[in-house]
Nanobody, 124 residues
Framework: QAQLVESGGGLVQAGGSLRLSCAAS????????MGWFRQAPGKEREFAAS????????YYADSVKGRFTISRDNAKNTVSLQMNRLKPEDTAVYYC?????????????????WGQGTQVTVSS
C-alpha cells in the first residue's frame, strides 16, 4: 500500500508563492497518475491539478490554471505543486492523491491513495 506524505504548506500573503511536495513510499510510484486536491472549511474536496504517470500530461482546474504548476520526479518518488499569485480563496487543506488507472481525473473517487493533507492559508 502506498503512503503519501505532503509538505510545504504554510501561511502566505496574497500574491505570494508556495511549493507543496508529496513523497510516495511505494516503489511503483511511477505507475501512478498523481493529483492534488484541496478542501476549504465547509466545502467539498475539489480537484486542483493532476499529472500522468509519465509526466507527459498535466491537467488543471480553471481556478488555478496559469498560477499553479504540477510536476513529478519519478526517480525521487515525488510530485510537487508550485503555487504562484496565491489568492485568499486558495486557502484550504491540500491533499496529494494517487490513481492507478485514471489520468486527468477530477473525481476523488478515482484515486486510490491519499495523503494526510497540508494546510495552506493565504491572507489578504
Amino acid at each position: 500500500q502506498a503512503q503519501l506524505v505532503e509538505s510545504g504548506g504554510g501561511l502566505v500573503q496574497a500574491g505570494g508563492s508556495l511549493r507543496l511536495s508529496c513523497a510516495a513510499s511505494r516503489r511503483t510510484f511511477s505507475n501512478y497518475n498523481m493529483g492534488w486536491f484541496r478542501q476549504a472549511p465547509g466545502k467539498e474536496r475539489e480537484f486542483a491539478a493532476s499529472i500522468s504517470w509519465s509526466g507527459a500530461h498535466t491537467y488543471y482546474a480553471d481556478s488555478v490554471k496559469g498560477r499553479f504548476t504540477i510536476s513529478r520526479d519519478n526517480a525521487k518518488n515525488t510530485v510537487s505543486l508550485q503555487m504562484n499569485r496565491l489568492k485568499p480563496e486558495d486557502t484550504a487543506v491540500y491533499y496529494c492523491a494517487a490513481s492507478r488507472y485514471y489520468s486527468g481525473s477530477t473525481s476523488p473517487d478515482e484515486y486510490d491513495y491519499w495523503g494526510q493533507g497540508t494546510q495552506v492559508t493565504v491572507s489578504s
